[in-house]
């Protein structure tokens, strides 16, 4: 383990501070979102000298604009899921949509079906589909659709190079492993 930091649910732990003090919570620690707790981790391992080149994570954390912000200063590559309704700039930058609105006007050979790692029962194939969103080439919109029920999972992905669909891929499928363990 690399570090830690304490999650305390704002109304629940921040604002009773006898239960603070039964549970011995440092006064000192305040509310602080998930992702902006691991904005802190992030930041001390790459300050500790700790190296990486990618971050991902759920929905919770590619909603939040700093935590993205401070990957993007640092250098480090994301690929953060985002809910279906997260507007996305298409068109060079000069076109406002949602990321859902987005797919749905994607041709068929936009999709690649790709495997995103070993499942319980093999190989776990899903179709993908990328969009360059912003104006530098390092912005993306990763979609991946599952075969069987079409269902859509939507990612905001920046890269400092540019990189392939499969490494796009492959960094989504280490989210999961984590959260296995």
Known sequence: MTDRRLYLPE?????????????GVPDH????????????????ALDAGITTSWATGDEAYGQDTGLRALLEARRIGYVLAVACSTPVRINQDR?????????????ASAWHRQSAGA?????????????????????HLLIRRNPTSDE????????????????LVRTAATRWCIEER
């Open 152 to 167: 859509l999972a939507f990612y905001l992905c920046w890269t400092p190079p540019r990189v392939p669909l499969s490494e």
């Open 29 to 44: 620690v305040e509310f602080a979102t998930k992702p902006a707790l691991a904005g802190r981790m992030i930041e001390a």
């Open 95 to 107: 076109t406002a949509i949602r990321a859902d609105v987005a797919a749905d006007h994607l041709p």
């Open 11 to 23: 109304q629940a732990w921040c604002q009773d501070g006898e239960r603070r003090a039964r549970a």
């Open 119 to 139: 499942g319980a029962k093999g190989p776990r194939y899903d179709d993908w589909a990328w969009i360059d969103i912003g104006a530098d080439g390092h912005r």
